[in-house]
């Protein structure tokens, strides 16, 4: 029992540093951008101000905002993914947890990369370009509501030890629900788009959403 709960507290040492850098960051887009961060924190709630950003940002993704809160998401998504393999021994469980945080901060990076690359060319292809930069603007969006939702639930399911299978199982289902939340409030806000577009959305679909899935499945099982 010893020995366990000293694992635990050699996990949190570096576990608390990654959450420090998180809320570090947070406070510093909160000093900056603060109205922008409230107005993304309620973007489940009421999305009014998607469109009023999107066309105040003259590139979407790449700003001193969008790129601090994506900072906070993949450190987030990483360290949910590495405590998801630890917990319940899936696959690559055998590396020690900060290595496999690090490799799965290096496989998340590339994934987001390579899904937005693929959808630039896919939105070229079909000159989509500036509604693609729209979709992508949305999706980024939802996504930072998401984890700004989903973090104070996994700082407690880290921290917690005789309850900690609870609380993950209950992060875990909060964060499906949302996610499948933020999908249908996509497919909402571009069904026009995507009955005039039929084939590029399945095209998407299946390039940038169920593909990577199945991937990482495969590689986790």
């Known amino acids: 029992m010893n020995d366990a709960l000293k694992i635990i507290h050699q996990n949190n040492d570096?576990?608390?540093?990654?959450?420090?850098?998180?809320?570090?960051?947070?406070?510093?887009v909160k000093l900056l951008f603060s109205d922008q961060l409230?107005?993304?924190?309620?973007?489940?709630?009421?999305?009014?101000?998607?469109?009023?950003?999107?066309?105040?940002?003259?590139?979407a993704v790449f700003n001193l905002f969008q790129i601090s809160l994506f900072?906070?998401?993949i450190l987030v998504i990483s360290l949910l993914f590495q405590l998801i393999i630890t917990h319940f021994e899936?696959?690559?469980?055998?590396?020690?947890?900060?290595?496999?945080?690090f490799l799965l901060l290096f496989a998340v990076?590339?994934?987001?990369?390579?899904?937005?690359?693929?959808?630039?060319?896919i939105a070229s292809l079909f000159n989509l370009k500036k509604k693609h930069e729209q979709i992508i603007h949305e999706k980024t969006n939802y996504l930072n509501n998401l984890i700004l939702?989903?973090?104070?639930?996994?700082?407690?399911t880290t921290y917690t030890v005789k309850f900690k299978l609870f609380f993950l199982k209950t992060t875990i289902i909060i964060g499906v629900i949302l996610l499948v939340f933020r999908y249908t409030l996509l497919l909402i806000n571009n069904k026009k788009l995507i009955f005039n577009n039929l084939?590029?959305?399945?095209?998407?679909?299946?390039?940038?959403e169920i593909a990577p899935l199945l991937i990482i499945l495969k590689l986790a099982v």
């Open 14 to 28: 570096w576990l608390t540093f990654v959450f420090i850098a998180i809320l570090t960051i947070l406070a510093f």
């Open 38 to 59: 409230k107005y993304t924190s309620v973007l489940f709630i009421s999305k009014k101000y998607l469109l009023i950003y999107f066309g105040k940002e003259k590139r």
């Open 71 to 73: 900072v906070i998401q």
């Open 90 to 101: 899936l696959k690559f469980s055998q590396f020690k947890p900060i290595k496999l945080y």
């Open 109 to 121: 990076i590339c994934y987001f990369g390579v899904r937005y690359f693929i959808g630039i060319l």
């Open 149 to 156: 939702w989903v973090l104070p639930f996994f700082i407690i």
């Open 199 to 208: 084939f590029y959305f399945i095209l998407y679909l299946c390039a940038l």
